[in-house]
């Protein structure tokens, strides 16, 4: 039979698949059917590996219903960061084109483990580093809501391939805004675990501090799900933790007895008016579900970009180093001495963006520089650390808009770095402070999706899907663009 996986969440998929309605096998091929249809437009995949999902697949019809695990055939895409083994992993970069690892991330041992069937490999800005998916060395990928404008990023891919349904949930990391800021732009959910939540082994390291990988799904049922499946404390990673109690299926309707501080800082000047307009609506949804909604300021969160863009380009800098040419990815072709062949390998491997903050953090860590500028950037994260510990006194979540602006146009941030980094002014602060945060669909700007940002303390997000779940009912805000051609 044929299988209209349109708007299908990996929920509705797995009861497709444990009622007998469909096959794992018919359902991995109508995914990869969608691909074929709409990714010429999108380009959310940089991988499509048919012939090893439709192995997968028929692995699973192979085994009776009765004796399935849960998510057993349910197919996934998955961000290019992530080690699979047999797989080429690139991150979106030249110096890594080619690339198989030898070995599978613990994610990806946890989504085999679980029986999920893995589409291929989605596109990304080179190694984490950008807010619109146009620093991959490969494509820029699309917005499915309108193909002229920017998907978000880093996990511009994996936002982009949700909302086009060419997956019903994928994986993504954020360093400072990668999972939300896209789930903002495409009209999709997505979560950024506390740090530690989700073990960091077998992800190619941006900012070893910051970076965490989180779920990018269709409702936060999904996200949930997904989260509980590849969460968990890994001996092969010493700063993983797991969460202190699973985050189960959200099932609250109503938000009484809940605080929510809306964040001062993140209403001003710096907020388009459509978005601004679609948040206040937001903060009325939430009165009117029973909860208490009041003003509250972090003065620090005013310096968290200046913090970030110190503190991630620093831990790049040095995590980045060992891209060499000598044990594994590109090499240069000529050169005369050891010292020229680091030199011409690293720029020809690297792009405009990766050797920005390459050069920002070796210089922010260089002897006689260190104290005045990483050092500082660090007791900044501090004070950011203690003003959301100060807010969580008095509240319970905190919101704010998840990005200042709707989609951009394609090309229009790319010559002014900065004003492509004030895309992620709501969400690095998150990431400093080793934060659980959601975006949720909260409605349209000028016919372009309009997220919210709900933000819980550490090892909340139990607590933090399930109003985020109330809110999403109460809200029904469409999650199916009208892709090119007039179809959905």
């Known amino acids: 039979m044929g299988v209209d996986v349109v708007g299908l969440t990996a929920w509705q998929c797995r009861e497709l698949l444990s009622s007998g309605q469909v096959s794992a096998q018919e359902l991995t091929r109508a995914y990869l059917d969608r691909i074929a249809a709409v990714d010429g437009d999108v380009k959310s995949y940089l991988l499509v590996d048919e012939k090893g999902a439709m192995a997968a697949a028929a692995a699973v019809d192979a085994k009776p219903i009765s004796q399935r695990k849960p998510w057993e055939g349910v197919p996934i895409g998955l961000k290019d960061i992530f080690a699979v083994k047999g797989m080429e992993t690139t991150c979106g970069s030249k110096i890594l084109k080619g690339y198989i690892p030898p070995y599978d991330a613990t994610i990806i041992a946890k989504l085999r483990d679980a029986g999920l069937i893995f589409l291929g490999k989605l596109n990304m800005d080179e190694f984490a580093m950008g807010s619109s998916t146009e620093n991959s060395a490969f494509e820029t990928t699309r917005n499915p809501w309108d193909l002229d404008r920017v998907p978000g990023g880093s996990s511009g891919g994996s936002a982009a391939c949700v909302a086009a349904s060419e997956a019903p949930w994928t994986l993504g990391t954020d360093t400072g805004g990668s999972i939300r800021q896209p789930a ?35 409702d936060t049922r999904d996200a949930a799900a997904l989260l509980d499946i590849v969460a968990g404390k890994d001996p092969l990673d010493s700063t993983s933790l797991g969460l202190t109690e699973p985050a189960g299926t959200p099932s609250r309707s109503a938000l009484e007895g809940l605080r929510f501080g809306v964040i001062k800082e993140f209403i001003g000047d710096a907020i388009e008016p459509g978005v601004k307009e679609v948040f206040d609506s937001a903060v009325d949804a939430i009165s009117a579900l029973g909860a208490v909604c009041e003003e509250v300021s972090l003065p620090g969160v005013v310096r968290g970009l200046a913090a970030y863009y110190i503190i991630a380009p620093s831990e790049a800098s040095a995590n980045l180093a060992r891209f060499d040419g000598v044990r594994y990815g590109h090499r240069t072709a000529h050169a005369e001495d050891l010292y020229e062949m680091y030199t011409r390998t690293r720029s020809e491997g690297f792009g405009t963006e990766v050797k920005r903050r390459i050069m920002i953090g070796t210089y922010a860590l260089s002897a006689g520089y260190y104290d005045a500028y990483y050092a500082q950037a660090q007791r900044t994260r501090t004070l950011i650390i203690n003003d959301f510990a100060r807010a969580f006194e008095d509240f319970d979540y905190l919101i704010s808009p998840t990005s200042p602006t709707v989609a951009f146009k394609i090309g229009e941030r790319v010559a002014d770095p900065l004003a492509m980094y004030l895309s992620d002014l709501c969400t690095i602060p998150v990431n400093l402070a080793a934060l659980p945060g959601i975006s949720i669909p909260a409605g349209f700007s000028a016919g372009m999706p309009v997220g919210l940002q709900l933000i819980g303390p550490h090892f909340s997000e139990k607590g933090l899907l399930d109003a985020s779940h109330a809110l999403e009912q109460h809200l029904q805000v469409p999650t199916v663009p009208l892709m090119k051609g007039g179809e959905r």
Do not use: E, H, M, N
């Open 184 to 218: 903002s732009l495409c009209g999709v959910v997505g979560l950024k675990p506390t740090y530690g939540a989700v073990s960091r082994y077998g992800l190619v390291a941006f900012a070893s501090s910051l970076d965490q990988i989180g779920p990018l799904t269709r």
